[in-house]
């Protein structure tokens, strides 16, 4: 079927203003396909099912809308933990700010210099796990990412890894329009802890593919930067086999528009998945996560818990979906969305869903929109605590259900003092 004239011409023009990557054979070929499914499907509008609650016009027009420098001016978050540091600049691979791409158990390379490989094992990943997230729900953004994304980084983990990667994004240019595509493949028994941190260009539109074998595990932390206008789109798409784990969590401050997408298929029997995040934001912030999980395998578990915070006219976003397909039997599928709207001008849209086609499963979703508990406000103020504080101490209390889903004791901690961080900021 033709595209409107309008998601076409919209489309052609976004396409014009690509400088496509050169790369091998299998590079080229899986680049083009997925250059053939964006014109195909066409870049997303306002009347897109999955986008009629967030406006995408600055994500699909051809020009990054500038985006102010933003310097926190404090100790960059995990700073203080040991971990294996890659840089990006604005979308750019910075060998010199980076550690040595050397650590036991996993082999580490610059998804630039394997895309210029003739025989590479990201040859059957990349593209793959995109593709497969493309039915039901067209992801076009995240085509086009496939399509154009100049650089990465791709790990391929043999063992268990003793310490954490640390994807590190710096903003360094008002205009600096940024695409990155991650390759993470986990070998069975292997095990790996990625941590992405920062805001990393004025638009920035990211990629990741996880292929987590059996009895593998992947455990993720995102903390996107604090910078006001940044614009983004993030997608994560995971394959899990049997008896292996996925756990993935966001937390997000400030941001003029952000938008996680997260596409999870459970294929092998006993697997796990729980993805999770908490966003606080004001005045022109939108926040948007969209999750789609599939289970296809028996006795698997899935887990999504998000939280968000929302003051000053800010808008927050959730559309959820779990879909058991015909023999995933005992599956445990649980999804729970709430906001905290601390003024009558923010708003929070969700849709949460469920589509089951075994008979033997517990699920179970909801979602719920509300102020701050005046009861335990009271309770606080009656004993001496200051409004501003007990408010904070709240929200920390409603953010929490997000903030354990973190496995890493040292990790959950970095984020709470990143949370409590901001709240004491806005307190000025």
Known sequence: ????????????????????????????????????????????????????????????????????????????????????RIVFVDGVFDPEASDDLTLEGVAIEPLADATQADIHWARDLYGVLE????????????????????????????GKVSKPVNLIYH????????????????????????LETGPGAARLNTVTEVDVADRAAFHHVRVQGRDHERRAVTHLFSRLGEESAFKSFTVTVNGMLTRNECVIELTGDDAVAHVAGAAMGDGDFQHDDTVFVTHDAERCES??????????????????KILVKAGAQKTDGYQISQSLLLDGDSQFLAKPELEIYADDVVCSHGSTSGAIDEEALFYLRARGVPHEIATDLLTLAFLAEAVEEVEDEALREEVVGHLTGWLERRRG
Do not use: C
């Open 131 to 158: 593709t497969r997230g493309q039915d039901p729900v067209a992801r076009t953004l995240a085509a086009l990412n496939t399509a154009a994304a100049p650089d990465g980084i791709v790990l391929h983990v043999t």
């Open 303 to 320: 887990r999504q818990v998000f939280k968000k915070v929302l003051r000053n006219g800010a808008t927050g976003v959730f559309q959820g």
């Open 1 to 84: 079927m033709a595209l409107p004239e309008a998601k076409q011409s919209a489309t052609e023009a976004r396409i014009a203003a690509l400088d496509l990557p050169s790369g091998a054979g299998w590079a080229k070929a899986a680049r083009e396909s997925a250059l053939a499914r964006v014109v195909a499907m066409g870049l997303p509008d306002r009347r897109d099912e999955y986008w009629k609650f967030t406006r995408p016009d600055t994500l699909v027009q051809p020009v990054a809308p500038e985006a102010a420098l933003f310097d926190p001016h404090e100790t960059p978050i995990f700073d203080t933990l040991d971990r294996l």
């Open 171 to 194: 903003h360094k240019s008002k205009t600096s329009d940024a695409m990155l595509h991650h390759l993470v493949k986990l070998d069975p028994d292997a095990s790996l802890t990625l």
